[in-house]
T-cell receptor, first 109, second 118 residues
């Protein structure tokens, strides 16, 4: 079967670093996505990993280990505007996205 | 580039009426469009996948006669909620996957439509 799991909620301090983990199980895999969603808005694309390793994009980095079925999103120098839900999703063998439930990130001053 | 628009952004309708939501890819051709529904504090729920010129594929539990999807062109898909009821009140989001770049699978999301049925 297929499943994907990420923490429901995390809290971090402004200026700090936070890592949001995502684990998945699937027989067919065509990459893993991270999206950011602010309350009441649609998701916006953050990253896409299809090969193992770390992809860095400004303050955000995403890591993938296909053998472990594991990914994380790393956010550095946290800002209050980073308070949002972060959704991970993997693309299955039919190129459909299978979504996690999202991690609500709360940033405190 | 890669902008997706939705119209309307919010709508209030009376129970029993039908509502049409449009999803347009503004600067690319979308061979595949997806319709999602999201209830408060819950994750995205895929309702259906539509490919241009063919019938939509609905997820289990989604009534195809209630949620009519038309993907008439490479830039437009519509979702019609027929005989809407209060339990259909939700945030409806479309996304589009571009078909003009080989191996590029990112989905671009529209801004969403908030439907309230009274």
């Amino acid at each position: 079967g297929q499943n994907i799991d990420q923490p429901t909620e995390m809290t971090a301090t402004e200026g700090a670093i936070v890592q949001i983990n995502c684990t998945y199980q699937t027989s067919g895999f065509n990459g893993l996505f991270w999206y950011q969603q602010h309350a009441g808005e649609a998701p916006t694309f953050l990253s896409y990993n299809v090969l193992d390793g770390l992809e860095e994009k400004g303050r955000f980095s995403s890591f993938l280990s296909r053998s472990k079925g594991y990914s994380y999103l790393l956010l550095k120098e946290l800002q209050m505007k980073d308070s949002a839900s972060y959704l991970c999703a993997f693309m299955d063998s039919n190129y459909q996205l299978i979504w996690g439930a999202g991690t609500k990130l709360i940033i405190k001053p | 580039g890669a902008v997706v628009s939705q119209h309307p952004s919010w709508v209030i309708c009376k129970s029993g009426t039908s509502v049409k939501i449009e999803c347009r890819s503004l600067d690319f051709q979308a061979t595949t469009m997806f319709w999602y529904r999201q209830f408060p504090k819950q994750s995205l729920m895929l309702m259906a996948t539509s490919n241009e010129g063919s019938k939509a594929t609905y997820e289990q539990g989604v009534e195809k006669d209630k949620f009519l999807i038309n993907h008439a062109s490479l830039t437009l898909s519509t979702l019609t909620v027929t005989s809407a009821h209060p339990e259909d009140s939700s945030f409806y989001i479309c996304s589009a996957r571009r078909g003009d770049r080989e191996g590029y699978y990112e989905q671009y999301f529209g801004p969403g439509t908030r439907l309230t049925v009274t």
